[in-house]
């Protein structure tokens, strides 16, 4: 699916309101054809209690950017989508800098479209987790 017209990190940003994503921080840095790019700043709350990164919190960034990718790739006349699987294999991990998810497709489908995120420490380049998840296309209710 090509990327829908209008769409802008700007844009994405505005989405968030005080959801989830504004609240660890998440900012949309990149919006192309095929990706999308989130950072945030690794903060205390976004650790464990064993003072690494928690997994949720890289899950949450690595969903979130795929998220986005996949409101500014939906089909048209599509409304929405939603998250039917999700998987995660952690590499590495990091307790201070920041960290980056870029979302690519690897499928793109009317029905489901299944993107690809890799998470990685920005200030070492090291890769944190690689992830991939399955959306469900939303269509409007027929009468």
Not at 86 to 106: I, Q, V, Y
Request: glycine share 8%; with cysteine.
């Amino acid at each position: 699916m090509p990327l829908r017209q209008g769409m802008t990190p700007e844009k994405l940003n505005h989405r968030s309101g005080d959801s989830l994503p504004a609240w660890f921080g998440m900012k949309v840095v990149e919006v192309g054809e095929g990706l999308v790019a989130m950072e945030y700043v690794i903060r205390p709350q976004h650790l464990a209690p064993n003072g690494y990164l928690h997994a949720a919190s890289v899950i949450a960034l690595a969903d979130t950017a795929a998220g986005y990718a996949t409101i500014a790739h939906l089909p048209e006349g599509a409304t929405n989508f939603t998250t039917i699987e999700l998987k995660s294999n952690f590499l590495g991990t990091a307790t201070e800098g920041s960290l980056r998810a870029e979302a690519r497709p690897a499928h793109q489908g009317r029905s489901t479209q299944v993107w690809d995120a890799t998470v990685r420490h920005v200030e070492s380049g090291r890769t944190i987790a690689l992830f991939r998840c399955t959306q469900m296309i939303i269509w409007p209710k027929q009468p």
